[in-house]
Nanobody
Framework: QVQLVESGGDSVQAGGSLRLSCVAS????????MGWFRQAPGQEREGVAS????????WYDDSVKGRFTIARDNAKNALFLQMNTLKPEDTARYYC?????????????????WGQGTQVDVSS
């Protein structure tokens, strides 16, 4: 059974930083594409960042480029999202997702496994 457990969400002021973590189990982690997605109230879930199994390829949504960094530690089955210079528009529930071979790195429907999410609130 695949499990993804996120942590690290919090309430911060604009300009602050947070580091999200996700720990995976039940999958061959070093062969799995991983991604971070987010969903704000009343909006569709959207891709934030994703990373290939060996960390050679990454993708970022334009809205977070230069502010967020995705990383993984295959020895610990862990995924991270370092978020700097946070903005109120970053407020959302952030989800960790996994798939062996997603057709697209940014599309939620291409990822089979999901965590429960962790809430990030950024106040102005």
């Amino acid at each position: 059974q695949v499990q993804l457990v996120e942590s690290g969400g919090d309430s911060v002021q604009a300009g602050g930083s947070l580091r999200l973590s996700c720990v995976a189990s039940g999958i061959t982690y070093n062969k799995t594409f991983m991604g971070w997605f987010r969903q704000a109230p009343g909006q569709e879930r959207e891709g934030v960042a994703s990373i290939s199994p060996g960390s050679k390829s990454t993708w970022y949504d334009d809205s977070v480029k230069g502010r967020f960094t995705i990383a993984r530690d295959n020895a610990k089955n862990a995924l991270f999202l370092q978020m700097n210079t946070l903005k109120p528009e970053d407020t959302a529930r952030y989800y960790c997702a996994a798939d062996l071979r997603p057709a697209n790195y940014y599309r939620p429907s291409d990822f089979a496994y999901w965590g429960q999410g962790t809430q990030v609130d950024v106040s102005s």
